[in-house]
């Protein structure tokens, strides 16, 4: 089974037409646009691609100025009052088919697990992602061993050149610098 992203929300609806407000929560705009589909969920579990209760949405039509969106089969108000408030999402295969990355940029759910090491020596792995005004910080839980010898049980790492050597994906590695003394001062 695929695990599924959420990556927009769907708001009030706009007009007769069935037009609704999309709430972007993603940061590829690019993937809403006329005949891209998405999963549904009407009862809010949401863990399973094969749960009974999601149901595929279409897009009819999308204005990337306005943001709103009109699906196929819901192109009335009264039937796109129907899915105000639902949550679309996507499975992780069709995030990396229909998202593009560019060089150098990596998917969240790809960092997210990842081991971060200085010097062979693994400090944690990556938690959660969070974006600041600067940039992106690493939340990491730190490795059993480190905490049983008194440091922090989570630390941040600024994602920038001046800590992070290389992330690879592949083997779900990063390899920093400057990033003990981190945790140390946690």
């Known amino acids: 089974m695929n695990e599924l992203l959420s990556v927009a929300k769907l708001g009030r609806v706009v007009g007769l037409k069935g037009a609704l407000k999309l709430h972007n929560l993603s940061d590829f ?5 006329k005949g891209a589909c998405f999963l549904a969920c009407f ?4 863990s399973k691609t094969d749960d009974a209760s999601l149901k595929e949405l279409c897009i009819k039509s999308f204005d990337s100025k306005t943001n709103l969106v009109i699906f196929e089969g819901y192109e009335s108000k009264e039937l796109a009052a129907n899915l105000v408030n639902i949550t679309l999402k996507r499975s992780l295969d069709d ?7 560019k060089n150098g940029e990596f998917f ?10 200085q010097d062979s020596q693994i400090l944690g792995i990556v938690d959660d992602i969070m974006q600041t005004g600067a940039g992106f910080l690493f939340l990491l839980k730190t490795d059993e061993s480190l905490i049983n010898q008194g440091l922090a049980k989570e630390f941040y790492i600024p994602y920038n050149d001046h800590f992070i050597i290389k992330i690879d994906i592949k083997n779900k590695q990063i390899t920093a610098k400057n990033s003990l003394e981190i945790l140390q001062n946690s």
Do not use: N, V
């Open 95 to 101: 995030t990396r088919k229909h998202c593009k990355l």
């Open 43 to 46: 009862d809010g579990a949401f």
């Open 108 to 117: 969240y759910f790809d960092i997210l697990g990842c081991a971060l090491s």
């Open 29 to 33: 705009k690019e993937q809403f646009k």
